[in-house]
């Protein structure tokens, strides 16, 4: 004797509501995992704005260095006649109507190529502290986090001020 329609339908309804259900419970537990996965530790956090402080105090040692290449370093020209070149170095045309003379011009190309590899520098030392220091899984989870996450970027700026204090680049 067969059973009778409906009940083959149910058997099968009842069979789809529990797939839901266990899909539903794994999905639960994945996010979960997931967003346990995603906090950040004090120590993952530390060592990413120990990186980023480096690569601030270095860019503003740079900066430094080089405004004192400019102004105190400089007998061709004054801070005002650079920043004027400087705006137009690539342009042979500008350079003649601005009448820059050949002195002028290999300073600037100096400062600029000195630029260069500084900037070179500090982005290769960022580079390796991100995969050496942090590693690249934890140096992106912190990345990501700090823009989903307002209360981990509170923390973060907070540490950020207090590693600013010893920046030898704030002092002048």
Do not use: H, W
């Not at 529990?18 to 639960?28: D, K, P, S, V």
């Not at 350079?95 to 260069?116: C, G, H, M, R, S």
């Not at 580079?127 to 209360?151: C, E, G, R, S």
């Amino acid at each position: 004797m067969s059973s009778p329609s409906y009940f083959i339908d149910f058997k099968i309804f009842y069979n789809m509501k529990l797939i839901g259900l266990i899909a539903f419970c794994a999905t639960i537990i994945s996010s979960q995992a997931l967003s346990q996965n995603l906090a950040v530790s004090d120590q993952e956090l530390l060592k990413y704005a120990t990186v980023i402080d480096s690569v601030n105090e270095m860019s503003a040692s740079v900066r430094l260095e080089l405004a004192d290449m400019v102004k105190k370093g400089n007998t061709i020209m004054t801070t005002a006649r650079y920043n004027e070149l400087s705006k137009i170095i690539g342009d042979q045309a500008q350079l003649q109507t601005a009448k820059a003379t050949p002195e002028e011009i290999e300073f600037v190309k100096q400062v600029v190529a000195k630029k260069t590899e500084e900037m070179d520098r500090i982005s290769n030392t960022y580079q390796t502290l991100a995969k050496d220091y942090v590693t690249p899984a934890i140096f992106n989870k912190v990345k990501k986090a700090l823009t989903n996450d307002p209360i981990l970027k509170k923390r973060y700026d907070s540490l950020m001020l207090e590693l600013a204090k010893d920046d030898p680049a704030a002092d002048q």
